[in-house]
């Protein structure tokens, strides 16, 4: 039985648009805190709860590094723009129809490969809280949620909430 080559052509392209499409998620970013010195306090044991005021909350950011572009995403770009550009016309027209495809899906792939590894900005709030024993706590939270400065906390088990 002979396979028809417009099936397979067919095949090989969905083929590599699923390749192609495997590079779109960004690889993930663990931040690190850019303070320079947390002194390690003893756990209390049970249960230790504390009161205090918020004396300052400011907004902590971290970039990743970019990676730049392996060309990988241009060759796979290219690949896929290729195999369309070969389905459409016959002759000359379909010749010129796969390097416009080529050279088309390279520069796209190589974009969206550069995107994907670009530099990202990540966002994280330190809350500050002066004990009413008179010491000072940071708290490294993604959102301060509806905490501000001056607001009465509770500090329950290393937890923060208005109170």
């Known amino acids: 039985m002979k396979i ?3 099936f397979i052509s067919v095949g090989a392209s969905m083929l590599a648009l699923a ?9 993930p970013v663990y931040q690190t ?3 320079p010195y947390q002194p390690v306090q003893p756990a209390p044991q049970g249960r230790y709860v504390e009161y205090g005021r918020v004396a300052n909350i400011e907004v902590l950011r971290s970039e990743s590094a970019g990676t730049g ?9 290219g690949l896929v723009g290729g195999l369309l550009g070969n389905q459409i016309g016959s002759g ?6 796969t390097v416009a495809g080529v050279v088309g899906g390279a520069l796209l792939g190589n974009n969206i490969e550069s995107r994907n ?3 990202r900005v990540y966002e994280s709030y330190r809350v500050s809280v002066q004990t ?13 949620g509806d905490l501000r400065i001056g607001d009465r906390v509770r500090i329950d088990n290393g937890q923060i909430s208005r109170f």
Do not use: I, K
């Open 19 to 27: 390749t192609l499409t495997a590079c779109v998620a960004p690889a």
């Open 117 to 119: 590894n670009a530099p």
């Open 33 to 35: 805190s850019s303070y």
């Open 132 to 144: 009413d024993n008179g010491g000072y706590r940071a708290f490294d939270v993604p959102s301060p």
């Open 92 to 97: 000359g027209g379909r010749t010129a129809a």
């Open 69 to 77: 572009t392996s060309g990988g995403g241009a060759v796979a770009g």
């Open 4 to 6: 028809p080559s417009r």
